[in-house]
């Protein structure tokens, strides 16, 4: 049964910082590249970050780049989002997702990519 386990979100003043974890099973993790994206209250949900199966490779999006980190640990089967200099712009609910396809040399930015998912961790920005 694959699973993707989101924690670290909570409640965090403008300027602050916070460590996303997701923790993944039942897939072979370090072949798949994995992203995180958000949604934001009345909003759809929205490309975040994402990186490829070995950690070569990342990307963001124009409204978290310079202040967002994603890695990833292999041997943990984990996947991370650093976030610093919050702003209440970036309040939402974090999903993890899982790309589709093995050694993808790219990481993606579309949803129909991702094939698993996550139950997401919320993240509240306070100004």
């Known amino acids: 049964q694959v699973q993707l386990v989101e924690s670290g979100g909570g409640l965090v003043q403008a300027g602050g910082s916070l460590r996303l974890s997701c923790a993944v099973s039942?897939?072979?993790?370090?072949?798949?590249?994995m992203g995180w994206f958000r949604q934001a209250p009345g909003k759809e949900r929205e490309f975040v970050t994402a990186?490829?199966?070995?950690?070569?490779?990342?990307a963001y999006s124009d409204s978290v780049k310079g202040r967002f980190t994603i890695s990833r640990d292999n041997a943990k089967n984990t996947v991370y989002l650093q976030m610093n200099s919050l702003k209440p712009e970036d309040t939402a609910v974090y999903y993890c997702a899982a790309d589709r396809t093995a050694y993808s040399p790219t990481s993606t930015d579309r949803e129909s990519e991702y094939t698993y998912w996550g139950q997401g961790t919320t993240v509240t920005v306070s100004s």
């Open positions: 039942g897939f072979t993790f370090s072949r798949h590249g």
């Open positions: 990186i490829t199966w070995g950690g070569g490779s990342t």
